[in-house]
């Protein structure tokens, strides 16, 4: 998941989901898997496998590897499927992996899972607490697993263990993805850029999920938009500089970079539906050295956040046009406004979704799969949807309901939020959950 800023929000759980609508109803099965069967064969399996997943899992934490570079982290991951029996291919978008096991003719399922880090601290003082260093944009920086994509990681490899010990209960062909670089949103498109999908074949539906701070055991959910679409916003304004004394001599570019910092918020409040999400930051200023020159220049970068393509649009196109008039106003000459399409958001596919939530909740009982409501962050998950695949996104909760509970009591201590240098996941009960959830998604998908 990919935050544009360190956010304040409290909702402790966020959903997620791609949907393309395109034919879903075709590609899927008619009838959910055999339920009750499942749910006596999962928890006994994911229990016993539970042990080595766990020192999976603390391997991955304690060797985190950024953006681009998880080498050692695919080549595990690479190994793991291989030892399954998958057919794997690495490589795939510069550090990705592919792992396919046919087993009978039925439907392709991709399961992703996402294998990058940050560059950041960890401050967890766990005892599997990373300490690695790397570099990162030529300067030296501490990695850490904080946003959970180790546990994806455990998880999806559990998954493959489960769905090959249950194999017997589904028929089709599985696609397990170990995409790179999600969190600068580029990794699954390198993947397909790289042919994913012509390479290995279009995927009929798709599955994936991210942790999120809600109560562990259980999984949130919603049908259609899940995650925001994210644009980068990166504006300068030109002037002419001088005198701090003399301001008439000047055309100064940062009373036009305030106007269009304030103005630019009424597009949010007076253009956009006030009942659809839209945001829009200025989360960098830069001009000027001191205090008595007026700078020829101010640069500004921010992130603009929406769910649909209509107010995307006219974010977009109202930061356009404040920019321009912020410097018309003030006579200076155009300024150079480079918005860049950042990730499209995941929008999950309600057939899709309909099918698979009474599987999960068959399996995890009813109260602990949740509806949610949609999350401002942004993630690359949504590049496998929008290539044509039906697909699925969801939430896996990771702390201690009774710490929850303790955290929302007045003066309780708010929980660390995925990309906090504290988020620490309870690694047992969230990595069981995502795998029997995962599981169930994709058994339901491939029932026989
Ligand atoms: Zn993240
Ligand atoms: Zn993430």
């Known amino acids: 998941m990919r935050i544009g800023k360190p956010h304040t929000h409290r909702k402790t759980f966020a959903a997620a989901a791609v949907a393309c609508l395109l034919a879903a109803a075709t590609t899927l099965p008619a009838q959910a898997a055999g339920e009750p069967a499942a749910k006596a064969q999962l928890a006994p399996l994911v229990d016993g496998m539970y042990p080595s997943l766990e020192s999976l899992y603390k391997d991955l934490h304690s060797h985190p590897e950024i953006a681009f570079q998880e080498v050692k982290t695919s080549a595990r991951l690479a190994d793991e499927m291989r030892k399954l029996g998958f057919e794997v291919t690495e490589k795939v978008g510069r550090t990705g992996v592919v792992a396919i096991y046919k087993n009978g003719a039925g439907p392709t399922v991709l399961v992703r899972t996402d294998m990058d880090a940050l560059p950041m601290e960890e401050k967890t003082g766990l005892p599997y607490a990373s300490k690695v260093k790397t570099e990162s944009n030529g300067r030296e920086t501490f990695v850490a697993h904080s946003c959970g994509h180790d546990i994806h990681m455990a998880t999806w490899v559990g998954t493959a263990r489960t769905l090959l010990g249950m194999k017997d209960q589904w028929k089709g062909t599985l696609m397990f993805v170990a995409q790179p670089a999600e969190e600068i949103v580029s990794g699954a498109k390198a993947m397909l850029d790289d042919g994913l999908y012509t390479r290995f074949g279009k995927p009929d539906l798709a599955f994936g999920l991210h942790t999120s701070p809600g109560p562990y055991g259980v999984v949130g959910y919603r049908a259609g938009p899940v995650?925001?679409?994210?644009?980068?916003?990166?504006?300068?304004?030109?002037?002419?500089?001088?005198?701090?004394?003399?301001?008439?001599?000047?055309?100064?570019?940062?009373?036009?970079?305030?106007?269009?910092?304030?103005?630019?918020?009424?597009?949010?409040?007076?253009?956009?539906?006030p009942a659809q999400f839209g945001v829009v930051t200025v989360g960098a200023v830069q001009a000027g050295t001191v205090g008595n020159i007026i700078p020829d220049q101010a640069v500004l970068r921010g992130t603009i956040r929406s769910y649909t393509p209509e107010v995307r649009e006219k974010?977009?196109?109202?930061?356009?046009?404040?920019?321009?008039?912020?410097?018309?106003?003030a006579g200076a000459p155009e300024p150079s406004v480079d918005l860049k399409?950042?990730?499209?958001?995941?929008?999950?596919?309600?057939?899709?979704?309909s099918r698979t939530v009474p599987a999960l909740k068959a399996?995890?009982?009813?109260?602990?799969?949740?509806?949610?409501?949609?999350?401002?962050?942004?993630?690359d998950f949504s590049e496998f949807a929008n290539a044509g695949v039906p697909a699925m996104f969801f939430f896996v909760g990771v702390y201690s309901p009774d710490d929850i509970a303790a955290s929302r009591k007045p003066g309780g201590k708010p929980l660390p939020f995925n990309h906090s240098p504290f988020f620490a996941p309870v690694p047992e009960q969230s990595i069981k959950t995502g795998v029997q959830a995962m599981s169930v998604a994709v058994m339901t998908a491939m029932a026989k």
Do not use: C, W, Y
């Open 227 to 273: 995650s925001s679409n994210s644009d980068a916003l990166d504006i300068t304004f030109k002037g002419r500089g001088g005198h701090g004394s003399a301001p008439d001599k000047t055309i100064d570019p940062i009373v036009i970079a305030a106007h269009f910092i304030t103005n630019v918020q009424s597009v949010v409040s007076r253009e956009k539906d």
């Open 315 to 329: 974010l977009l196109d109202g930061v356009r046009r404040t920019a321009n008039a912020s410097a018309m106003m």
């Open 363 to 379: 399996v995890l009982g009813d109260k602990n799969v949740v509806e949610v409501p949609p999350i401002s962050a942004s993630e």
């Open 341 to 353: 399409a950042g990730g499209a958001a995941i929008v999950n596919d309600a057939a899709l979704v």
